[in-house]
T-cell receptor
Framework: QKEVEQDPGPLSVPEGAIVSLNCTYS??????FMWYRQYSRKGPELLMY????GNKEDGRFTAQVDKSSKYISLFIRDSQPSDSATYLC????????????FGKGTKLSVKP | DSGVTQTPKHLITATGQRVTLRCSPR?????VYWYQQSLDQGLQFLIQ???????AKGNILERFSAQQFPDLHSELNLSSLELGDSALYFC?????????????FGPGTRLTVL
């Protein structure tokens, strides 16, 4: 079993839809959870960063962490064609010195 | 634009050759991380440097090595290249060890080994 599992998609939604992206993980030591957005042929861009369990909101984006279920989510409200990208979850534990463990990414397409 | 720069953008070389990838971190960032991204393996951590010293190693092959210089730029050296080394190589940087999880990625170097 891989440490971090992420459905690769592709996921196609109409403009304005609410998008839900998810990752599961097996290592209960993970405490830091990140979401990155990667446009084609570009480097990953940090979207959301959360520590431990709970929710975090930033504009149209909401990140949720449920450590009891080892499950994290990213919600995108009012999705736009410009949100079309690959979304990568990443995790690390205290003392990992920044060694991020990434999911393989979910490719999202938002249709006008 | 993250502020992290990488050169070259593209590199095409032959098996058995050696190449050097270069990364300049964001101004003020002391930590540099190298990652490899391939279609089958996804994004994988290779190695981290902090203020010139190696801090953490991931899935880095013995044929690969890296260093961070006094001006904080970093180089990743790949030698005895194999077809399977073809991938995107990313550099990332962060401010310090306490904020090592907030990493900012460069645009990457696409390596093709023929």
């Amino acid at each position: 079993q891989k440490e971090v599992e992420q459905d690769p998609g592709p996921l196609s939604v109409p403009e304005g839809a609410i998008v839900s992206l998810n990752c599961t993980y097996s290592n209960s030591a993970f405490q830091y959870f990140m979401w990155y957005r990667q446009y084609s042929r570009k480097g990953p861009e940090l979207l959301m960063y959360t520590y431990s369990s709970g929710n975090k909101e930033d504009g149209r984006f909401t990140a949720q962490v449920d450590k009891s279920s080892k499950y994290i989510s990213l919600f995108i409200r009012d999705s736009q064609p410009s949100d079309s990208a690959t979304y990568l979850c990443a995790m690390s534990y205290r003392g990992s010195q920044g060694n991020l463990i990434f999911g393989k990414g979910t490719k999202l397409s938002v249709k006008p | 634009d993250s502020g992290v720069t990488q050169t070259p953008k593209h590199l095409i070389t032959a098996t058995g050759q050696r190449v050097t990838l270069r990364c300049s971190p964001r101004s003020g960032d002391l930590s540099v991380y190298w990652y490899q991204q391939s279609l089958d393996q996804g994004l994988q951590f290779l190695i981290q440097y902090y203020n010139g010293e190696e801090r953490a190693k991931g899935n880095i092959l013995e044929r690969f090595s890296a260093q961070q210089f006094p001006d904080l730029h970093s180089e990743l050296n790949l030698s005895s290249l194999e077809l399977g080394d073809s991938a995107l190589y990313f550099c990332a940087s962060s401010v310090d060890r306490e904020r090592s999880n907030e990493q900012f990625f460069g645009p990457g170097t696409r390596l093709t080994v023929l």
